[in-house]
């Protein structure tokens, strides 16, 4: 069964600051990694894709890696804003389905 | 679009009513799926529908019951339901399994 956890599980830093989200998982036999943001009360926003095969994804001033080898992948979020503040969940995909991380919890201060 | 619509936003029931929630999208996707997330806790997996085929069911009580009438559109019928399955419930569709998924905003069902 796929372990998902997201490290640290919470992070308040003022504006400005470059930030790097940890997930780690436990089986490798992953397809892809996806990587959502969550407001309170909402549904999830799609953030990043990486396929298995891919170690790094851009989308602006969002940057994702992958180790699938290691069972690592890092999201890291440039010259933050108080709009960036919301949960961020990591999810492998493997067996058809996605697997949910625990979430960092992140406020952004101005 | 990469829209996922879901209906109602808010739904309250009792343990003898019988609800639906239904989800849409119009994006061609052939997989969509059910999530149940609890306070404070990430979504679960609870269904997963293939070209209109359910493909997974995470042994999911029968008091909740998915219906895939077309391509576009997914319900869970519910019935019976306890407190305990307050949650948000949360669709989501992808191309096809294993492709990138896109989610509804969820359904909040409050159970008295």
């Known amino acids: 069964k796929q372990e998902v956890t997201q490290i640290p599980a919470a992070l308040s830093v003022p504006e400005g600051e470059n930030l790097v989200l940890n997930c780690s998982f436990t089986d490798s036999a992953i397809y892809n990694l996806q990587w959502f943001r969550q407001d309170p009360g909402k549904g999830l926003t799609s953030l990043l894709l990486i396929q298995s095969s891919q170690r790094e994804q851009t989308s602006g001033r969002l940057n994702a890696s992958l180790d699938k080898s290691s069972g690592r992948s890092t999201l890291y979020i440039a010259a933050s804003q108080p709009g960036d503040s919301a949960t961020y969940l990591c999810?492998?995909?493997?067996?058809?389905?996605?697997?949910f991380g625990t979430g960092t919890q992140l406020k952004v201060e101005l | 679009d990469t829209e996922v619509t879901q209906t109602p936003k808010h739904l309250v029931m009792g343990m003898t009513n019988k609800k639906s929630l239904k989800c849409e999208q119009h994006?061609?996707?052939?997989?969509m799926y059910w999530y149940k997330q609890k306070a404070k806790k990430p979504p679960e997996l609870m269904f997963v529908y293939s070209y209109e085929k359910l493909s997974i069911n995470e042994s999911v009580p029968s008091r909740f019951s998915p219906e895939c009438p077309n391509s576009s559109l997914l319900n869970l019928h519910l019935h019976a339901l306890q407190p305990e399955d307050s949650a948000l419930y949360l669709c989501?569709?992808?191309?096809?399994?294993?492709?990138?998924?896109?989610f509804g905003q969820g359904t909040r069902l409050t159970v008295v």
């Open positions: 989501a569709s992808s191309q096809e399994v294993r492709t990138e998924a896109f």
């Open positions: 999810a492998p995909g493997g067996g058809n389905k996605l697997t």
């Open positions: 994006m061609g996707h052939r997989a």
